[in-house]
């Protein structure tokens, strides 16, 4: 199995390819951004790409989305801190057949990265009961009138996220989120940011901060 590591913090990528080579996984490349995860994956060709989706530059998200388009036999595991349903889901459909957190042990990580590689798709336990629930197959939609993205961002809005967390987690601008955020409002019927999120945790969005 060859991998390529996309992490903004050496320190953290030194301690995974360690990780890495005690498990019997060559590393091939090491980036720090997503550009150049894109520039090191047309160079070496790995099976895997681990990536951080808190980059600077182009964001995780995006690099997975175009990482996808262009090299669509190249699998993608995700490894970072970000736990939000919003984020997890968007991460899975901008093609990543692995979400795992930081805190993931060796026996996750090799097995997460085995399961990718043969084809699979895995979700690390802590969000896992999350995901499966908010992907339940031929559940109805929570409130239809809205977008997958704009649900994205209302699940964001409904644990307390201002816009610039929002369009930072789903790589947006901010006046983008903010154009969402009043499309939201219009569909709901919402005179207020708070009216809304009430709504969003009536229908089951989200949770309260903490």
């Known amino acids: 199995m060859r991998v390529l590591l996309c992490d903004d913090h050496p320190v953290f990528r030194d301690g995974l390819?360690?990780?890495?080579?005690e498990l019997g996984v060559e590393?091939?490349?090491?980036?720090?951004?997503?550009?150049?995860a894109l520039e090191a994956v047309a160079r070496t060709a790995p099976d895997v790409v681990v990536m951080d989706l808190h980059l600077p530059g182009m964001g995780g998200l995006e690099a997975i989305r175009v990482l996808s388009r262009r090299h669509p036999q190249v699998r993608v595991l995700a490894l970072t801190m970000l736990e939000e349903d919003a984020t997890v889901l968007a991460a899975l459909r901008a093609g990543a057949s692995g979400y795992l957190l930081k805190g993931a042990g060796h026996a996750e990580i090799r097995l997460a990265l085995d399961a990718v590689v043969g084809g699979s798709l895995v979700v690390g336990a802590p969000v896992v009961d999350r995901v499966r629930a908010s992907l339940g197959a031929g559940a109805a939609p929570v409130l239809p009138q809205l977008t997958g993205r704009e649900r994205e961002v209302l699940e964001l809005m409904s644990r307390g996220r201002s816009n610039e967390h929002i369009a930072e987690v789903l790589v947006l601008s901010v006046k983008t989120v903010r154009n969402l955020v009043s499309n939201i409002l219009a569909k709901l019927g919402a005179a207020s940011r708070a009216q809304a999120v009430a709504i969003a945790r009536d229908a089951g969005l989200g949770r309260p901060p903490g």
């Open 27 to 36: 590393t091939v490349a090491e980036a720090g951004t997503g550009e150049e």
């Open 17 to 21: 390819r360690l990780l890495l080579e």
